[in-house]
């Protein structure tokens, strides 16, 4: 019973660390800025507006909301930089 409880386990989180990237495929397209001190804005990642959807852009999309330092690291009140990303596009 153990065993089988384990298993069970180890096959759930497979299937939910499978799953997560893959939740990126209902956002809808759109791109991504860096905002300088200036308000110039920088594009940055896959241009889905341009190019569509696509595993890039999921795969960046997914890692500014949840990878290492994420978007928290904008939202630092002594960071000049910002970043938006407007959705739909333009």
Excluded: K
């Excluded at 298993?7 to 893959?22: F, H, N, R």
């Excluded at 905002?35 to 500014?64: K, R, W, Y």
């Amino acid at each position: 019973m153990r065993r089988f409880i384990l298993v069970l386990l180890l096959a759930s989180g497979l299937v939910t660390v499978g799953a997560v990237p893959a939740s990126a495929d209902h956002v809808p397209p759109h791109q991504h800025f860096l905002v300088t001190p200036d308000g110039t804005m920088i594009p940055v990642g896959p241009d889905a507006c341009l190019f569509g959807p696509s595993g890039a852009f999921d795969e960046f999309h997914f890692n500014i909301h949840f990878g290492t330092p994420s978007i928290e690291a904008f939202r630092q009140t002594n960071n000049p930089v910002s970043f938006v990303a407007p959705v739909p596009c333009p």
